[in-house]
């Protein structure tokens, strides 16, 4: 069984997520007590239709949060395959979540502040047991969504791996599993023949590879990636996201995440340019649209 638990603070986004894996075909349960779990799975395994499954778990299960570790540890022994997916986001944007909503707190208590922070404690130990951890403060329902359907939406088995670029100024991609700075490698854009080119351009890509940098890097990136990757599918991983990241996210990154992905195509690569469209440079100035 493929199970998928989702947790975090309330107002993060589980509803969005469950939504998600219900339409991948997850059959989903929300807030089934930690206790009941090994049955739940021994019911769906009895079903030869249902073979992933999403459960999502609060801190309205209270006092039934104190078997997590034990329950996962011994599902996970039995041989199943358990993701931990947990979402949270800074206090003040959860708070103003709830006020937009006018929805209550889940903890029902006086002071919608104390319940948040009473929360986080409450799920320490779920935390503690997350295999992916998303903030969701700057996604909305659609990104969230987009993220979980790249996560669980191959159903074969096969590690999907995703090389992707971006820019340091705009954040680091929630979704990275692995992320590398190459901010230390020759910068085109301080080259005004190349500054308003992106890394898909000959003239970047050649720049950025005659660097004898470059090239010691990629060496041991491909290194250093193949064993992760390996390891990852060996695991049972069905999806792996690798960030590569330089200062806006157009030249560098763009030319490394491309070279990695030719090095690592023994595996399924798909690569991403975050943000290679995120504004137009021109020498020493960057205009944003």
Not at 88 to 111: M, N, W
Not at 124 to 137: F, H, K, N, P, Q
């Amino acid at each position: 069984m493929k199970l998928v638990v989702i947790t975090g603070v309330s107002g993060a986004g589980k509803t969005t997520v469950k939504s998600a894996l219900e339409d991948l075909g997850f059959y989903c349960v929300d807030n089934l007590p930690m206790a009941l779990l090994p049955k739940f799975i021994e019911l769906l395994a009895g079903r030869d239709e249902v073979t992933r499954a999403g459960l999502v778990v609060d801190a309205r299960s209270g006092d039934f949060l104190t078997d997590t570790s034990r329950v996962l540890s011994d599902l996970r022994a039995a041989g199943h395959s358990i993701d931990v997916l947990f979402l949270d986001a800074p206090s003040e944007i959860i708070l103003r979540r709830f006020s937009e909503t006018r929805r209550r707190h889940p903890l029902l208590g006086k002071d919608i502040r104390s319940d948040i922070e009473a929360e986080r404690t409450r799920l320490s130990a779920l935390r503690a047991e997350a295999t992916a951890v998303i903030d969701t403060g700057e996604l909305n329902v659609h990104s969230l969504r987009a993220i979980v359907l790249g996560r669980y939406g191959r159903a074969d088995g096969n590690l999907a791996v995703t090389v992707m670029s971006f820019g340091f100024k705009y954040g680091v991609p929630t979704e990275a599993d692995i992320v590398l700075d190459v901010r230390f490698l020759p910068n085109p854009f301080f080259v005004s023949t190349l500054s308003a080119l992106s890394g898909e351009a000959e003239a970047v890509r050649s720049y950025v590879m005659e660097s004898q940098e470059t090239k010691l890097f990629l060496e041991k990136a491909e290194e250093l990636l193949t064993l992760c990757v390996a390891a990852f599918e060996r695991e049972g991983k069905t999806y792996a996201t690798i960030a590569i990241g330089c200062t806006g996210g157009r030249h560098r990154s763009v030319v490394i995440a491309n070279e990695l992905a030719v090095r690592l195509s023994a595996f399924q690569v798909e690569v991403k340019h975050r943000d290679i469209t995120r504004g137009r440079t021109v020498p020493g100035i960057e205009v944003q649209k």
